[in-house]
Nanobody
């Protein structure tokens, strides 16, 4: 059984930074890819980024490319999402999900992601 425990999140001004952590139990991030999604009020959940096993590969949606960085730590079995130069449009509940990093047509997919964290709120004020 796998679970994802998320840490971080909160309120930040536009241009600021936050780091989200996703502590994984039940499977190894060295052997599995982990994805990040977000959902803003009134909008569908959308992909943000993902990292392959052992951090060998990464993917970023166009909306966050150049501002966000995803990484994994096999010792702590944790995946991080460093978010810089945040914009009000980044405000959403962020979720980590295991296990997979499926990109189709340059869009991160939810298919195959069985385990989801409960989500953490990120609010960016203008």
């Amino acid at each position: 059984r796998c679970s994802c425990r998320r840490l971080g999140g909160g309120l930040v001004q536009a241009g600021g930074s936050l780091r989200l952590s996703c502590v994984i139990s039940g499977l190894s991030v060295d052997e599995n890819a982990i994805s990040w999604f977000r959902q803003a009020p009134g909008k569908e959940r959308e992909g943000v980024s993902c990292v392959g096993n052992r951090g060998r590969s990464t993917h970023y949606e166009d909306s966050v490319k150049g501002r966000f960085a995803v990484s994994s730590d096999g010792v702590k079995n944790t995946v991080y999402l460093q978010m810089n130069n945040l914009e009000p449009e980044d405000s959403a509940v962020y979720y980590c999900a295991a296990a997979g990093c499926l990109v189709v047509g340059d869009r991160l997919q939810e298919y195959g992601l069985e385990y989801w964290g409960k989500g953490t709120q990120v609010t960016v004020s203008s």
